[in-house]
């Protein structure tokens, strides 16, 4: 896709920015063994970028189990208050290696940053971390239902930040977000294993050595962008 600048980046939270995902798989499994199965790390992958309710579903399917929408409600938020008693004490060293270089990197240079994640208690997670000030939009799991590799928390995302889908680089480390980034007619990097981020349109292992010059490189953008 050519595009003759770039206004904006839309990063995706957990495995991205920063390294809550874990605390993800944790709460599962502990949700999966209080309903008497197991729950292991490779069947924790088909969950990255999927909302909690389709997670859940997942989970009841692994475990051959069926409840009614009221029970499972209870469930969902059985999961998430394991979830908030894991990352309830989270500070800066839990983001990821080049994710706050590169955000206040971007924010110098006055391009706009938004977030785009399933997650409904990314606002939590952006304040104890110390970078939701960073951030001009955020786009979560409370606003839209539609999951990941559906594109619409990435549409409402740019929306937020008016900017066209062309303008914005998404950044992600799951397959089904990379997938909702093409979909959705953005330009993707995919941060993680080669591999299984191949559909992106350029991938990297980690923030680290990513800054704003590196992504005008990637995308062939001129170096002096001008940003309006």
């Known amino acids: 896709m050519e595009v003759n600048t770039f206004k904006g980046c839309i990063f995706d939270l957990d495995g991205v920015i920063v390294d809550t995902a874990h605390f ?6 502990k949700l999966a063994n209080q ?4 729950f292991n790390e490779l069947q924790n992958e088909a969950l990255k970028g999927v909302s909690r309710k389709e997670s859940l579903e997942y989970l009841l399917h692994l475990g051959g189990l069926h409840f009614s929408e009221v029970e ?3 469930l969902a938020e059985s999961k998430n208050s394991h979830y908030i008693d894991m990352i309830s004490n989270l500070d800066e060293s839990a983001l990821l290696p080049g994710a706050k270089k590169l955000l206040l990197e971007l924010k110098d240079a006055g391009y706009k940053i938004a977030l785009g994640s399933a997650s409904k208690n990314a606002r939590p997670v952006l304040e104890s971390t110390g970078i939701l000030p960073l951030f001009d939009f955020i786009a979560d799991g409370n606003s839209t239902s539609k999951s990941k590799p559906d594109p619409a928390v990435f549409l409402i995302a740019a929306t937020g930040i008016q900017l066209l889908p062309c303008e914005c680089i998404v950044l992600e480390d799951a397959q089904k977000g990379i997938e909702a980034a093409i979909k959705g007619g953005f330009l993707s990097l995919g941060v993680g294993d080669e591999i299984a981020l191949g559909q992106a ?8 050595n990513v800054n704003v010059n590196t992504l005008q490189h990637l995308y062939n953008f001129p170096i002096h962008s001008t940003i309006s």
């Open 35 to 38: 309903l008497g199965f197991d």
């Open 201 to 208: 349109d350029h991938v990297v292992p980690n923030l680290e």
């Open 24 to 29: 993800h798989y944790l709460a599962w499994k």
């Open 72 to 74: 499972k409600l209870e």
